[in-house]
């Protein structure tokens, strides 16, 4: 069964679509032309549909540089290669899982194919600096090639990384400079949220993204963990007696969250691996506790995010659609970027 991309994703691409319609010379009834200027190169760990990914990499304003997990000894390409199924086993097994960063050069062919094909500037968002070295690496790139690259450290992960990397993309198909795109998304990841639970904290533990202690007290008192990624680290919120009681939990907190933000601007997506079904389950019990919110998306973790969380991982991004003071934030003579939530309410 495939991944679900709820109506609010596609409204992004249909107005990419008709802003790129519209540089086209001689279209009557165009809007009037934007010129696209910057690019977006991100990392295999913003969680991005896969075919929503296809309909932006073809003419070069996104890329998406894969993060290298290694099972055992053979090592695989994040987006390159069908891991799904071989590190599912293996982390099953108990067997080596490791991930590693993109090399510099890695990116610096994404910055020079952005160049090659006319972009004046890039923006480059990547997941945590406290997670990984990548954002490190899209530096060392950056100082490399003549292109001006912006890189942002997105202090997050899956999809809240990628509703940045969407929002950047909207704000240069809108003909924004390098430095108002780069405002734009980070204005939008500081308002993205993650929460997961995991069934086990031996996966974190061995990958270093937890300490010992914690690792020993979730699997010696059979204790279910809520965590969050706060800050660019995974901290601990909440701990849980049962399986049932976590998710349950989960999903108390994540309707807090979206009841403590603007009414209708909250948008949700559902990270899973191995266990679809419960994500959907997941999904549709947040639908009914968080009525305004379009329809979460569903999609399976990347693998480089999997390697450490393990199989059974329920996470929920809660993130924002809407553009309050656009204005401010890209030029007093900006127009408002509409919300994609309430476009695609406000269809018969």
Known sequence: ?????????????????????????????????????????????????????KAFVADGRLAVVPMPVMVGEEIYGEGEDDITQTLALALAAGSSV???????????????????????AVVSIHISAGL??????????????????????????????????????????DGRSAAEVRHFAEERLGRTKVYFYVPSLEQLRRGGRIGTAASWLGTMLSIKPILAVDDGKIVPLEKVRSAAKAVARLEEIVAADVNSRPPGQSRLAVHHFGNLAEAERLAA???????????????????VLAAHAGLGVLAVVVGESSTPGAATLLGDSAKAIPDPANTMRSKP
């Open 132 to 173: 990984s070295g990548t954002a490190d690496a899209a530096r060392l790139a950056a100082q490399r090639v003549s292109i001006p690259v912006e890189v942002i450290d997105s202090r997050t992960v899956g999809m809240a990384q990628g509703m940045g990397v969407q929002s950047a993309l909207v704000a240069a198909a």
């Open 1 to 53: 069964m495939t991944d679900r991309e709820p109506p609010a994703w596609l409204w992004l691409k249909e107005r990419l679509a008709r802003l790129r319609q519209s540089t086209t010379p001689g279209r009557a009834g165009a809007e009037p032309a934007r010129v696209v200027r910057i690019a977006v190169v991100t990392d295999s760990a913003a969680a991005l549909p896969a075919e929503w990914v």
């Open 285 to 303: 019990r947040l639908g009914e506790g968080c009525p305004d919110c379009p329809p979460a998306q569903i999609s399976a973790l990347p693998a």
């Open 98 to 120: 490791k991930t590693s960063r993109p090399s510099p050069g890695q990116f610096e062919q994404a910055y020079l194919a952005a160049r090659d094909r006319g972009f004046e």
